[in-house]
């Protein structure tokens, strides 16, 4: 019964890591609550993403050279010019 025991809790720890882990790739973690006011040289920016639905704000995170995040509304002009070039 022992040994019952401590497989069955074993396979919980495992499947709740593997649910946590999933959960990492399927949404964002990090919310942003408010925009950037000026905009960024496009030469500091490394990479982008698409603030998902499940946060409240419509935004497109910047990615830094230095891994800081910087929170964009995707209706302002330096966002939109950020994407021509």
Same mark, same amino acid.
């Given at each position: 019964?022992?040994? %019952?025991?401590?497989?069955?809790?074993? /396979?919980? +720890?495992?499947?709740?890591? =593997?649910?946590?882990?999933?959960?990492? *790739?399927?949404? &964002?973690? *990090?919310?942003?609550? @408010? *925009?950037?006011? &000026?905009? +960024?040289?496009?030469? @500091?920016?490394?990479? *982008?993403?698409?603030?998902?639905? &499940?946060?409240? /704000? @419509? =935004? $497109? $995170?910047?990615?830094?050279?230095?891994?800081?995040? $910087?929170?964009? &509304?995707?209706?302002?002009?330096?966002?939109? $010019?950020? %994407?021509?070039?």
């Amino acid at each position: 019964m022992a040994k %019952f025991a401590v497989r069955v809790s074993v /396979l919980l +720890v495992l499947l709740l890591v =593997a649910l946590d882990e999933s959960s990492e *790739y399927g949404s &964002n973690k *990090y919310c942003c609550t @408010r *925009y950037q006011q &000026n905009p +960024v040289s496009v030469k @500091r920016l490394k990479s *982008y993403t698409v603030q998902d639905d &499940n946060c409240k /704000l @419509r =935004a $497109i $995170i910047f990615k830094t050279e230095k891994n800081r995040h $910087i929170c964009a &509304n995707p209706e302002d002009e330096w966002v939109k $010019i950020t %994407f021509l070039l």
